[in-house]
C-alpha cells in the first residue's frame, strides 16, 4: 500500500508522538504507540500485499493471489529485495501450472534476489527441477534436485524429491 520509505517515516513520526506522550505523564499511550510503530517497521520488512498474497495462494486461490500482487506497482522501486524475491518466486509458483517458461524465469530471478527461508529456497529449486526435466535437462536437474535436498532441513519435501528422481529415472 505504501512505499516502503513512507513506512519509515511514518515509523518515526509515531515514535517521536510515543516518546512526547510519556515525556507528558501519558505513559500508556506512549506504549500504544510504539507498538503501533512497530507494525510499521515490521510491514517494511515484509510486504503486506505479498502477505496476503501468500494468504490466497495457501488456499490454492491463485486468482486472488494474482489479484494482490498485481496491486504492486513498480515492484524494483517499491520493494526491498528480499521482497522482491518473494515476488517473483510467487509468480513463478503460479505460473507453473500454467506457463512453465514465465515460471523459470520468474524462479531463478528469485533465487537470484534470494529468499529469506530454506524452505522457500528448496520449493523454488524443486519446482526449477521439475522444469528443467520437463525440458528435457537431465544434469541440471540433477543438481537442482541435489540443493533442494540439502536445503529441506525438515524433510517436508521428501516425498516429491524422491518422486522426481524416480520420474527421471525414466527419461
Known amino acids: 500500500m505504501y512505499n516502503k520509505n513512507i513506512k519509515l517515516v511514518i515509523a518515526a513520526l509515531i515514535v517521536g508522538v510515543a516518546v512526547w ?9 506512549g506504549i500504544m504507540l510504539i507498538l503501533l510503530a512497530a507494525i510499521f517497521v515490521f510491514l517494511y520488512f515484509k510486504n503486506e500485499l505479498i502477505l496476503l498474497a501468500f494468504l490466497r495462494l495457501r488456499k490454492q486461490d491463485f486468482e486472488g493471489a494474482k489479484r494482490w500482487l498485481d496491486k504492486i506497482k513498480n515492484p524494483e522501486s517499491a520493494l526491498t529485495t528480499k521482497q522482491q524475491g518473494y515476488y517473483n518466486y510467487l509468480l513463478g509458483i503460479m505460473l507453473s501450472q500454467t506457463n512453465i517458461t514465465q515460471a523459470e524465469k520468474y524462479l531463478k ?19 526449477l527441477a521439475g522444469i ?27 516425498d516429491q ?8 529415472k525414466k527419461i
Open 109 to 127: 530471478k528469485a533465487i537470484k534476489l534470494g529468499l529469506s527461508m530454506n524452505q522457500d529456497l528448496a520449493v523454488a529449486k524443486l519446482n
Open 21 to 29: 506522550q510519556m515525556i507528558e505523564g501519558y505513559i500508556g499511550n
Open 161 to 168: 524429491i524422491t518422486m522426481m528422481k524416480q520420474q527421471m
Open 132 to 158: 528443467a526435466m520437463t525440458k528435457r535437462r537431465k544434469r541440471e536437474a540433477q543438481n537442482l534436485l541435489t540443493e533442494a535436498k540439502k536445503l529441506d532441513k525438515h524433510n517436508m519435501l521428501k
